[in-house]
């Protein structure tokens, strides 16, 4: 909770520094794919496992933008499967859910990202003897975009969850757990709202930001 307040309290002290006659509010889907390694490396004092993961992420970004600095909130769902290595061989799907708060930096064609997890949470299904199970916790991520292209960006983060529990049915234990995931994905930035330098603001909803423009605008 304390990181959390600082996060939030540095948010808001930067943005209150910043002429919001300048500014976008944009709304960003985005579909990827990614893979890693997940690693409890213990659970409730015992020995725990490894398991190696993949899976399809769709999400979207609520951005506010200010030149050369954004900030976002970042929701996703996923879905894939997992295979544990050790202590012994078995599969299970996976699916999950996460919330980021996101602040980074954009230049023409490039932006770059920093962001802490508010909410993560990741279920094995079906594992033989538990059933389900779901881990949660927070993490931390970053990532870089490419925004040369027409009406999309390229983008490419790496993924740091760190799990601090474990529930299984009605029952809830203590795990020290990590993943680390890599993710590709294509999103389309789409201008919500734009404040001209004049105080004036016009709404971009169904506009979509594209190329150099977008980079320039859009923000993670």
Do not use: H
Not at 41 to 57: D, H, M, Q, T
Request: proline letters at 3%; aromatic letters at 10%; charged letters at 15%.
């Amino acid at each position: 909770m304390v990181k959390l307040r600082l996060v939030l309290l540095s948010l808001v002290s930067v943005v209150c520094c910043f002429e919001l006659a300048l500014s976008d509010v944009l709304i960003e889907p985005y579909a990827g794919y990614g893979m890693g390694k997940i690693k409890f490396i213990s659970v409730a004092g015992l020995s725990g496992s490894e398991w190696s993961a993949s899976g399809f992420a769709l999400g979207g970004r609520l951005s506010f933008a200010v030149p050369m600095l954004f900030f976002a909130l970042d929701y996703n769902t996923e879905v894939g499967t997992g295979k544990r290595t050790s202590p012994s061989s078995l599969d299970s799907d996976l699916a999950g859910s996460s919330l980021y708060l996101l602040m980074g930096m954009e230049v023409p064609r490039l932006r770059g990202w920093l962001g802490y997890g508010l909410m993560q949470e990741t279920i094995f299904k079906s594992v033989p003897g538990v059933g389900d199970m779901t881990a949660t916790g927070s993490g931390l991520k970053a990532g870089v975009s490419y925004t040369g292209f027409s009406f999309m960006a390229l983008n490419f983060e790496y993924v740091r969850e760190s799990f601090l529990a474990i529930k299984m049915g009605a029952r809830e234990v203590n795990v020290d757990g990590t993943a680390d995931i890599f993710r590709l994905s294509v999103s389309v930035p789409i201008t919500l709202l734009t404040t001209s330098s004049d105080g004036a603001s016009s709404s971009g909803a169904g506009g979509v930001s594209g190329g150099e423009s977008g980079g320039e605008s859009g923000g993670e």
